[in-house]
Nanobody, 127 residues
Framework: QVQLVESGGGLVQAGGSLRLSCSAS????????MGWFRQAPGKEREFVAA????????DYEDSVNGRFTISRDNAKNTVYLQMVSLKPEDTAVYYCVAQWTTGLIMNWRSTRGYKYWGQGTAVTVPS
């Protein structure tokens, strides 16, 4: 059974930093592309970042590019999202996602591209 558990969310002032972690269990982690989505209050869930199985391909949503960094440690079955220069508009629940792969990247900017989701961790950046 695949389980994704996020941690690291919290309240941070504008301009501050947070690092989110997502620990995966029940999977051969290196067989999965990993990503992060977020959902702000009253808005649809949106793509934030994704990383392929070996870390060789990375993608970011435009508004976070240059401020957020996704990385993974296959030995620890963990994917990270380092967030700096946080803004009030980054306030959301952040979800870790996993996409089984044979090496390809499939529709990874869409929620439909992922079968496995974590429970989410909240990030709040007051205005």
């Amino acid at each position: 059974q695949v389980q994704l558990v996020e941690s690291g969310g919290g309240l941070v002032q504008a301009g501050g930093s947070l690092r989110l972690s997502c620990s995966a269990s029940g999977v051969t982690f290196s067989n999965y592309n990993m990503g992060w989505f977020r959902q702000a209050p009253g808005k649809e869930r949106e793509f934030v970042a994704a990383i392929n199985w070996n870390g060789g391909t990375i993608d970011y949503e435009d508004s976070v590019n240059g401020r957020f960094t996704i990385s993974r440690d296959n030995a620890k079955n963990t994917v990270y999202l380092q967030m700096v220069s946080l803004k009030p508009e980054d306030t959301a629940v952040y979800y870790c996602v996993a996409q089984w792969t044979t090496g390809l990247i499939m529709n990874w900017r869409s929620t439909r591209g992922y079968k496995y989701w974590g429970q989410g961790t909240a990030v709040t950046v007051p205005s």
